[in-house]
Protein backbone atom coordinates (compact mmCIF):
# COMPACT_ATOMS: atom_id res chain seq x y z
CA UNK A 1 0.00 0.00 0.00
CA UNK A 2 1.24 3.37 -0.54
CA UNK A 3 -0.02 7.15 -0.34
CA UNK A 4 -2.73 6.63 -3.63
CA UNK A 5 -4.00 3.68 -1.49
CA UNK A 6 -4.76 6.64 1.79
CA UNK A 7 -7.83 7.91 1.31
CA UNK A 8 -7.80 11.49 -0.09
CA UNK A 9 -9.94 12.54 2.19
CA UNK A 10 -7.62 12.11 5.13
CA UNK A 11 -4.59 13.77 3.63
CA UNK A 12 -7.40 16.70 2.44
CA UNK A 13 -9.70 17.18 5.14
CA UNK A 14 -11.12 20.99 4.88
CA UNK A 15 -14.47 20.78 6.22
CA UNK A 16 -14.92 20.79 10.37
CA UNK A 17 -16.68 17.14 10.14
CA UNK A 18 -14.00 15.98 7.79
CA UNK A 19 -11.42 17.06 9.42
CA UNK A 20 -12.52 15.74 13.19
CA UNK A 21 -12.97 11.89 10.83
CA UNK A 22 -9.56 12.41 9.41
CA UNK A 23 -7.95 13.31 12.52
CA UNK A 24 -9.27 10.35 14.62
CA UNK A 25 -8.35 8.33 12.06
CA UNK A 26 -4.61 9.74 11.18
CA UNK A 27 -3.91 10.86 14.66
CA UNK A 28 -2.93 7.53 16.26
CA UNK A 29 -0.96 5.93 13.50
CA UNK A 30 0.89 9.40 13.40
CA UNK A 31 1.51 8.88 17.19
CA UNK A 32 3.54 5.23 15.97
CA UNK A 33 5.72 6.75 13.72
CA UNK A 34 9.21 8.07 14.10
CA UNK A 35 9.35 12.07 14.27
CA UNK A 36 11.29 12.72 11.41
CA UNK A 37 8.95 10.50 9.43
CA UNK A 38 5.85 13.08 11.00
CA UNK A 39 8.15 15.70 10.26
CA UNK A 40 8.60 15.12 6.77
CA UNK A 41 4.40 14.04 6.11
CA UNK A 42 3.19 17.10 7.86
CA UNK A 43 5.32 19.69 5.45
CA UNK A 44 4.42 17.63 2.39
CA UNK A 45 0.63 17.28 2.61
CA UNK A 46 -0.51 19.48 5.45
CA UNK A 47 2.01 22.39 4.48
CA UNK A 48 2.51 21.46 0.81
CA UNK A 49 5.89 21.95 0.30
CA UNK A 50 7.52 20.66 -2.51
CA UNK A 51 10.77 18.14 -1.89
CA UNK A 52 13.16 20.89 -2.57
CA UNK A 53 11.10 23.10 -0.17
CA UNK A 54 11.36 20.19 2.15
CA UNK A 55 15.04 19.52 1.85
CA UNK A 56 15.50 23.72 2.83
CA UNK A 57 13.33 23.37 6.34
CA UNK A 58 15.32 20.11 7.23
CA UNK A 59 18.80 20.23 5.90
CA UNK A 60 18.51 16.83 3.90
CA UNK A 61 18.65 16.18 0.14
CA UNK A 62 15.70 16.45 -2.32
CA UNK A 63 16.39 13.09 -3.52
CA UNK A 64 16.57 12.36 0.09
CA UNK A 65 13.73 13.59 0.95
CA UNK A 66 11.87 11.54 -2.06
CA UNK A 67 12.44 8.01 -0.08
CA UNK A 68 12.15 9.12 3.23
CA UNK A 69 8.51 10.61 2.04
CA UNK A 70 8.05 7.17 -0.07
CA UNK A 71 8.59 4.88 3.29
CA UNK A 72 6.93 7.48 6.11
CA UNK A 73 3.90 6.37 3.07
CA UNK A 74 4.05 3.23 3.37
CA UNK A 75 4.62 3.16 6.62
CA UNK A 76 1.39 5.35 7.10
CA UNK A 77 -0.58 3.22 4.83
CA UNK A 78 0.35 -0.07 6.46
CA UNK A 79 -0.64 1.50 9.75
CA UNK A 80 -3.77 2.50 9.08
CA UNK A 81 -4.47 -1.00 7.25
CA UNK A 82 -3.67 -1.88 10.70
CA UNK A 83 -5.73 0.01 12.48
CA UNK A 84 -8.94 -0.84 10.31
CA UNK A 85 -8.45 -4.50 10.98
CA UNK A 86 -8.44 -4.05 14.24
CA UNK A 87 -11.38 -1.71 14.35
CA UNK A 88 -12.89 -4.43 12.17
CA UNK A 89 -12.00 -7.15 14.44
CA UNK A 90 -13.83 -5.10 17.47
Known sequence: MCLEDIPERLLAA???MSRVDSQATLDPAMALMRPR????????HAEG?????IAEI???R???VRLLLYRARR???RLLREQAADRSRA
Not at 37 to 44: I, S
Not at 49 to 53: A, I, L
Open 14 to 16: RDG
Open 37 to 44: DRQLLWLA
Open 49 to 53: YSHKE
Open 58 to 60: TGL
Open 62 to 64: AGS
Open 75 to 77: KMA
